[in-house]
């Protein structure tokens, strides 16, 4: 029987060569990740893989666009999305951290006044929120740990993984927010309609991974 397409929304950043070796494993060759090409939809047997920016993943998978999503938890929390979270994966695992200067003191009081820089004005929001702080966002599109080096914000709240990053700038983590690790996501209706196909993916990813 011919299994219908199962449009699948992939992110493009650091996870996608762990992603495309979980999905050759499971029974979708692939060589996405090495190819280099500038095309973003490759078809491999009965999934058609959509190459996104990762905090746009989300959003193809909750508009319908794509019927599933393997993406960071970091974009999942970011974008707030309504769609199924089925599966958790042993991939992209970081840590998303608040972070200063190695030489500033800096202690969170409720309604203390502070800058952020960020990338995830949701989560550093929500973050703060906890604390009872109001802060006030400078939203950046990446080299966040600038912010704090050229004083355009007290802190940073971002992803490390190796921790390079921080170490390389001279500054320091002050708390962790949230661990992170990439996710399998369903688009709601998807999961009626497409039942079978997304079942077939995802159990055979969950097959490969050890949990
Ligand atoms: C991410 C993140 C940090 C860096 C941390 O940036 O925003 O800058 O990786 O990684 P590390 O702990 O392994 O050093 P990314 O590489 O995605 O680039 P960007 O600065 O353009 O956002």
Do not use: W
């Not at 762990?18 to 060759?29: A, D, I, M, N, R």
């Not at 491999?44 to 993943?57: E, F, G, R, S, T």
């Amino acid at each position: 029987m011919e299994r219908k397409r199962v449009k699948v929304a992939v992110s493009k950043g650091r996870i996608l060569k762990e992603v495309c070796g979980l999905l050759s494993k499971s029974g979708y060759p692939n060589n996405i990740a090495k190819s280099a090409t500038r095309e973003l939809i490759f078809n491999i047997k009965n999934l058609q893989i959509l190459a996104c920016k990762p905090i746009d993943v989300p959003k193809y998978v909750e508009l319908g666009a794509a019927d599933c999503g393997i993406v960071g938890s970091d974009c999942i929390a970011e974008t707030n999305c309504d769609v199924y979270e089925p599966i958790s994966l042993p991939l992209g695992k970081c840590k998303m951290v608040l972070a200063t200067l190695k030489t500033k003191k800096l202690v969170l009081k409720p309604g203390m006044n502070i800058k952020i820089g960020t990338k995830y004005p949701r989560i550093a929001k929500n973050f703060f929120l906890k604390h009872k702080i109001n802060p006030e966002i400078v939203y950046l599109n990446g080299s966040v740990e600038l912010a704090p080096l050229t004083g355009l914000a007290e802190a940073i709240v971002d992803i490390t993984e190796t921790g390079s990053t921080i170490k390389e700038n001279n500054l320091k983590i002050i708390d962790i927010i949230m661990e992170i690790n990439a996710k399998v996501i369903i688009n709601k209706t998807s999961y009626r309609t497409l039942r079978d196909e997304v079942e077939l993916l995802t159990s055979s990813l969950l097959k490969k991974i050890k949990i």
